[in-house]
Antibody, heavy 122, light 107 residues
Framework: EVQLLESGGGLVQPGGSLRLSCAASGFTFGTYAMTWVRQAPGKGLEWVSTISVSGDYIYYADSVKGRFTISRDNSKNTLYLQMSSLRAEDTAVYYC???????????????WGQGTLVTVSS | EIVLTQSPATLSLSPGERATLSCRASQSVSTYLAWYQQRPGQAPRLLIYEASNRATGIPARFSGSGSGTDFTLTISSLEPEDFAVYYCQQRSIGRVTFGQGTRLEIK
């Protein structure tokens, strides 16, 4: 059974930093691209960032480019999101999601974690 | 950026009725469109990918259609657990966008 477990969320002041982790199990992590999606309280889904299997290809939403860094450690089956220069509008539940197939171009997310809440407030 | 517009924002129906949800793209996405269901307090769940393919374990009452800019998610006969928020999603090169969601509520 695929499991994705996010951690690292919490309360941070504006301008601060936080690192989220997503521990994966139940599938061959090192063969799937992975994505972060966030959801502000009471709002819809917003794509944040995607990383390819080896980390050669990385993509960011304009809203986080230059402030967030996605990475992965395939030896530890873990996905990361380093967030810096945080703003109030970054307040959201952050989900990690597994791509559906272990081939490039399949940007459909068939497994999601339960999410971790990041609150940016003074 | 490709914008996805979902309609209606809210759909009020009764169990057993047929639900039709719409997603319109601001430019053609071919068939590169997916649908997700999100129940309160839960993570999204993939229902349909590439416009018309049901994901693993998704009941046959869910179906997707469309191509280009206009897409439809149909639930043939609503079950109580189907009342949730539904999102469409497209992917272009290096970018993903979601629609704003349709809330399917019990009438």
């Amino acid at each position: 059974e695929v499991q994705l477990l996010e951690s690292g969320g919490g309360l941070v002041q504006p301008g601060g930093s936080l690192r989220l982790s997503c521990a994966a199990s139940g599938f061959t992590f090192g063969t799937y691209a992975m994505t972060w999606v966030r959801q502000a309280p009471g709002k819809g889904l917003e794509w944040v960032s995607t990383i390819s299997v080896s980390g050669d290809y990385i993509y960011y939403a304009d809203s986080v480019k230059g402030r967030f860094t996605i990475s992965r450690d395939n030896s530890k089956n873990t996905l990361y999101l380093q967030m810096s220069s945080l703003r109030a509008e970054d307040t959201a539940v952050y989900y990690c999601a597994k791509h559906r197939l272990p081939v490039p171009g399949t940007w459909w997310f068939d497994s999601w974690g339960q999410g971790t809440l990041v609150t940016v407030s003074s | 950026e490709i914008v996805l517009t979902q309609s209606p924002a809210t759909l009020s129906l009764s169990p057993g009725e047929r639900a039709t949800l719409s997603c319109r793209a601001s430019q053609s996405v071919s068939t590169y469109l997916a649908w997700y269901q999100q129940r309160p307090g839960q993570a999204p769940r993939l229902l349909i990918y590439e416009a018309s393919n049901r994901a693993t374990g998704i009941p046959a009452r869910f179906s997707g259609s469309g191509s280009g800019t206009d897409f439809t998610l149909t639930i043939s006969s609503l079950e109580p657990e189907d009342f949730a928020v539904y999102y469409c999603q497209q992917r272009s090169i290096g970018r993903v966008t979601f629609g704003q969601g349709t809330r399917l509520e019990i009438k």
